[in-house]
Structures are given as C-alpha cells and as structure tokens.
T-cell receptor, first 113, second 114 residues
Framework: DGGITQSPKYLFRKEGQNVTLSCEQN?????MYWYRQDPGQGLRLIYY???????QKGDIAEGYSVSREKKESFPLTVTSAQKNPTAFYLC????????????FGPGTRLTVT | QQQVKQSPQSLIVQKGGISIINCAYE??????FPWYQQFPGKGPALLIA?????SEKKEGRFTISFNKSAKQFSLHIMDSQPGDSATYFC?????????????FGTGTRLQVTL
C-alpha cells in the first residue's frame, strides 16, 4: 500500500521534554510538509521540504525543528520552546514537479501536560 | 492574518438537501483551490479542486463554483448524505518560486441529519 504513515497516533509528554513525531511516505514524493491543527483554526504550516537536506520555515516554525536526511522521511521535533505544543499534527507530501495535490497522513495527536 | 476566509463555521443539512460552503480570498497570486474532507481523528483527504481559469467543476455530487472577479469559491454537495458528515476545509495554493504552499480556511463542520 502506498501512502503516508505517521506514528504514533497518540503521544503524551511532560512539559519541558522534546518529542519527535515520525512521518514516512512511500509515494516517491519529493516535497513534504508539516501542519498543526487546532480547533477552529484550520491547518497551519510549520515546516516544509522540497528536497533531501533542504527545508524551509512555514508560518509557525518557532519551537519546532525538522530534518530531511532521506526522501521518504521528514521527522518533526517539538521542542520545549514551543509554548502550546498540545495539538493534532499532520504530515503531507506531494510531487515537486507538476501537480498541486498534497496528500495527508493520519496525524499524531500530541498532548503535553 | 487570515488569507482564506471560510463560512459558515458549522452547517446542519437534512438528508437529500444541498450543502453549501463558501470561501473568499484576497491574494490574487493563488492559482489552485482544493477542498479537503476530514473525518474526526483522521487526516484530510482531497475531495475536489479547481484552477482559476475554470468557473465550475463537478465530480459526482460535489461541485466547486469559482468566481475569479469576486475572489470567491464555494463547495456544493448535492443530495447530502449522513456519510458526508465531516469537516470541510477550503484551501488556496501559491507558488513562491521554490515551493507551492497551501493556505487553509478555518473549516466547516457539516452534519447531515436523517
């Protein structure tokens, strides 16, 4: 099955701890994206990457970090500097050349207490 | 700064009725307008999309109407079914020279009643 996998589905952390969310795709897509979803606010772009070893900040990058060492993988680290980390995190991917469609993973719900 | 405004926030429609969700934008550089459907606890799924050179696109019971001069677009769900109950997001894409980025509306929670 081709698609995007995010793990785990639910994640719980104590305040002050860094946590890394996994995103893997086997669609051979070049571009990958991380979004944050909060109730009533839609999806907001955190980071995106067009190619391996390159990534750019989105609209709300503060308190987050990413890496893109492999085409298939784009992990997101939520650091202790993120003031309100509790949210639903969504990973997406698309072909870099041609096509506009972004395909989303199932999401990870992070709760920080 | 909300670049894509979506309304209504919630919508209740009877089975068989027409659901209409509206979006408006300001940035004329947007060049692709998708609609996503999201069920609780799941990731959004692309439903239908339109380019600004087309005024209407229909796929089954779902239709996008696009008004370039008014900078508005809407989703119509004909013969709405209980299985359509979900949250719908409009979005707009802009190519920045290095990447295309989506800006999302705030979502509409649709409930289709029997």
């Amino acid at each position: 099955d081709g698609g995007i996998t995010q793990s785990p589905k639910y994640l719980f952390r104590k305040e002050g701890q860094n946590v890394t969310l996994s995103c893997e795709q086997n669609l051979n897509h070049d571009a990958m994206y991380w979004y944050r979803q909060d109730p009533g606010q839609g999806l907001r772009l955190i980071y995106y990457s067009q190619i391996v070893n390159d990534f750019q900040k989105g609209d709300i990058a503060e308190g987050y970090s990413v890496s893109r060492e492999k085409k298939e993988s784009f992990p997101l680290t939520v650091t202790s500097a993120q003031k309100n980390p509790t949210a639903f995190y969504l990973c997406a991917s698309k072909l870099r050349e041609g096509g506009y469609e972004q395909y989303f993973g199932p999401g990870t719900r992070l709760t920080v207490t | 700064q909300q670049q894509v405004k979506q309304s209504p926030q919630s919508l209740i429609v009877q089975k068989g009725g027409i659901s209409i969700i509206n979006c408006a934008y300001e940035n004329t550089a947007f060049d692709y307008f998708p609609w996503y459907q999201q069920f609780p606890g799941k990731g959004p799924a692309l439903l239908i999309a339109i380019r600004p050179d087309v005024s209407e696109k229909k796929e089954g019971r779902f239709t996008i109407s696009f008004n370039k001069s008014a900078k508005q677009f809407s989703l119509h769900i004909m013969d709405s079914q209980p299985g359509d109950s979900a949250t719908y997001f409009c979005a707009a894409s802009q190519y920045t020279g290095t990447a295309s980025k989506l800006t999302f509306g705030t979502g509409t929670r649709l409930q289709v009643t029997l």
